[in-house]
């Protein structure tokens, strides 16, 4: 390191690789489907989902038997692990109720009823397990 640089110029360097990750997460993103199922019906669940899911691009529907559906890009399998498990640990703290989680991946041009039907067998095996499943 120089004893010309000064902290100005070195702050550059966070904020040039986050611009970086960016950038290649429009390119490289996997389509994600998060399947969330809890034991209770609540209004406040899709709230608590809403506030932890951010970008436009991400999509939350409801469905029957207290069922959401979250639909995400990400460019790393851990990114959607790391979403479903702030969504889980912030609705089971906040409301006290059981959330079971399945998450399935796939490439953006991969069919979407497949995509269900691997984030439903995901969501399956995490009612049994209690544990969060993935299915590549």
């Not at 960016?22 to 989902?49: A, F």
């Amino acid at each position: 390191r120089s004893f010309h640089v000064t902290g100005v110029q070195t702050c550059a360097l966070p904020i040039l690789y986050n611009l970086w990750r960016k950038v290649m997460r429009t390119h490289n993103d996997e389509l994600v489907l998060i399947l969330l199922q809890t034991n209770k019906s609540l209004d406040r669940v899709s709230k608590i989902i809403h506030s932890q899911i951010k970008r436009k691009s991400d999509i939350i529907e409801e469905m029957e038997d207290n069922k959401f559906a979250i639909t995400v890009h990400v460019s790393l399998p851990e990114d959607a692990m790391s979403i479903a498990l702030r969504i889980k640990k912030d609705i089971e703290s906040t409301l006290n109720i059981k959330v079971n989680i399945g998450i399935s991946y796939a490439k953006n041009s991969e069919d979407d009823s497949k995509l269900l039907s691997q984030a439903n067998r995901a969501l399956e095996e995490s009612i049994k397990s209690e544990k969060i499943i993935i299915i590549r």
